[in-house]
């Protein structure tokens, strides 16, 4: 089982910069797929960036790539979403999420099985 913690969001405004972190427990953590997703009220959770197990693979949603980056620390448990030129459009709730599927190649929320308590990113124009 993995435990996920998101910390780092905030509010700021529309160009500024924020790194989120996830720490997670377990020590299964290295051998899973990770994610950021993020959601808005009456919008469904929605897939940001992925990560394959080791880091090698990344994958972004179009209207975040060169602007989002995913990373992850497998030796201190660690994934972290770094966010640049920030806009009034990203404001949501941020989640991380673990998968089974070490691949990163996982886009659909729904195979994900463990799930932080989100934290929310607030973008000001």
């Known amino acids: 089982q993995v435990q996920l913690v998101e910390s780092g969001g905030g509010l700021v405004q529309t160009g500024d910069s924020l790194r989120l972190s996830c720490a997670a427990s377990?020590?299964?953590?290295?051998?899973?797929?990770m994610g950021w997703f993020r959601q808005t009220p009456g919008k469904e959770r929605e897939f940001v960036a992925t990560?394959?197990?080791?880091?090698?693979?990344?994958y972004y949603r179009s209207s975040v790539k060169g602007r989002f980056t995913i990373s992850r620390d497998n030796a201190e448990n660690l994934l972290y979403l770094q966010m640049n030129s920030l806009k009034p459009e990203d404001t949501a709730v941020y989640y991380c999420?673990?998968?089974?599927?070490?691949?990163?190649?996982?886009?659909?929320?729904?195979?994900?099985?463990?799930w932080g308590q989100g934290t929310q990113v607030t973008v000001s124009s």
């Open positions: 990560i394959s197990w080791i880091g090698g693979s990344t």
């Open positions: 377990g020590r299964t953590f290295r051998s899973y797929g």
């Open positions: 999420a673990a998968n089974p599927d070490p691949s990163g190649r996982a886009y659909d929320s729904t195979s994900y099985l463990y």
